[in-house]
């Protein structure tokens, strides 16, 4: 037969249920295995079938890449979740979120200057940034590190600079805004978890280049799909430019599969999605806290204060994608060693360009990585009260 699922991690078994005594808590990577449920209940109306002769053509219509259906479904889940506004704006489809912010680096740089843009993001911030500006090694765009250290250049018009702006924040969730302005900085807003899932949504984002995702809309990171908002038109070329150059459109494939997915989430009950990833995320971030409250001390987490949210139309709590956990023990300056020991694996705060004080502890994974994360600190837990 078909399998249901494929078995994650440590897990084996008929029905993937058997774990390995030993195996690691994995709550390293971002893949958002949480929405498998969500999916499992759908299977039958998000499945795709594709016959050999559909779909050959480099083209849709003998001239685009993009899918019109797919773009207004985009538009439509936007108007929905309330989180974004889509007037007046061109999209951008991408191999991924990832290839876009390139994409979005490329199209803001000045062309034949004598410096490059410096490219920087504001302490702790997701290490894609800095791999990616300094893996392309540009002579229009050169890394540049915390954007706070540049507060005092960013008025000099002579200075081109382009902040990223992460909000909500990987690794800390925060709803965080750009900290430089200036004549000649420019901004790229990743809005990846700007989704109720992940946080209040205190009105619709409106920034003048926005990044989103379906790897934590839909949790289909697999496929790689991501779109761009993009205000202005020249940019919006720049940034098409670049990936008909590199790859002339994303796979019609994947657009296929994203379009049937956006398809599932908006026919029927359009809240759906929301309100399941809002529970799966509120109800692990409440587990996650009793159990480290528990620790007394031991090790704290990012606050993230109660907000209105336009999507559910109330105040709501925190149900953020990572833990940003902090040891708090004089000793413990290697947060990411001490949760080793303890056969936790997360991720260094030195990959955020911070010390390693702090580790990003993933949420959004399986349900099976999740409760295997909170026995390990279960365990911690019953360690210190027997050495009372
Ligand atoms: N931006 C942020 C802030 C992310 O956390 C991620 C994935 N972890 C991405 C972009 C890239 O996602 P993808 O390429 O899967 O769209």
Redesign the pocket.
């Known amino acids: 037969g078909y399998p249901v699922c494929e078995c994650h991690n440590c897990f084996g078994g008929p029905d993937c249920s058997v774990l390995s005594p030993d195996c690691p808590a994995d709550a390293d990577g971002?893949d958002p295995l949480f929405l498998e449920p969500f999916w499992i209940q759908h299977a039958a109306s998000s499945a795709i079938l594709v016959a050999g002769w559909h779909r050959m053509s480099y083209t849709f219509d003998g001239k685009t890449t993009i899918s019109k259906e797919l773009e207004k479904s985009i538009r439509r889940v936007h108007s929905v979740a309330k989180n974004a506004i889509t007037d007046g704006r061109y999209i951008v489809f991408g191999v991924?979120?990832?290839q876009l912010?390139n994409a979005a680096v490329y199209a803001l740089s000045p062309e034949n200057s004598s410096s490059p843009a410096k490219v920087v993001a504001a302490t702790p911030y997701?290490p894609?940034y800095e791999i990616q500006t300094e893996y392309f090694r540009s002579v229009d765009f050169k890394f540049q590190g915390d954007a706070n250290l540049w507060k005092n250049r960013s008025m000099d018009a002579n200075v081109s600079m382009i902040e990223f702006v992460?909000s909500p924040n990987?690794p800390d969730c925060q709803l965080n805004k750009a900290v430089l302005e200036g004549p000649s900085v420019k901004t790229i807003h990743?809005r990846?978890?700007y989704w109720p899932h992940f946080t209040a949504i205190p009105a619709p984002a409106d920034d003048d280049l926005m990044i989103f995702?379906i790897?934590?809309l839909t949790g289909h990171?697999g496929s790689?799909f991501?779109w761009a908002l993009v205000k202005d038109e020249t940019v919006y070329q720049r940034m098409l430019q670049y990936i008909q150059t590199s790859e002339l459109g994303v796979s019609r494939d994947t657009q296929l599969r994203a379009a049937k997915l956006l398809k599932v989430v908006l026919d029927g009950d359009e809240r759906e999605i929301f309100e399941f990833s809002y529970k799966a995320m509120s109800e692990r971030w409440e587990k996650l806290r009793t159990t480290l409250s528990m620790l007394r001390g031991r090790f704290s987490i990012q606050e993230i204060p109660p907000q209105f949210c336009t999507f559910f139309q109330q105040v709501r709590g925190p149900s953020p994608a990572y833990a940003w956990l902090k040891c708090e023990r004089e000793e413990d300056e290697d947060c990411y060693a001490v949760l080793r020991a303890a056969n936790i694996i997360g991720r260094k705060g030195t990959r955020f360009g911070v010390n390693n004080r702090h580790v990003r502890l993933s949420l959004l994974r399986s349900q099976n990585d999740f409760e295997l994360l909170l026995n390990r600190l279960r365990k911690l837990v019953s360690e210190e009260d027997g050495a009372k």
Do not use: H, I, P, Q
């Open positions: 971002g991924g979120s990832t912010l997701f894609v992460t990987n990743d990846a978890y995702t790897s934590k990171a790689r991501g």
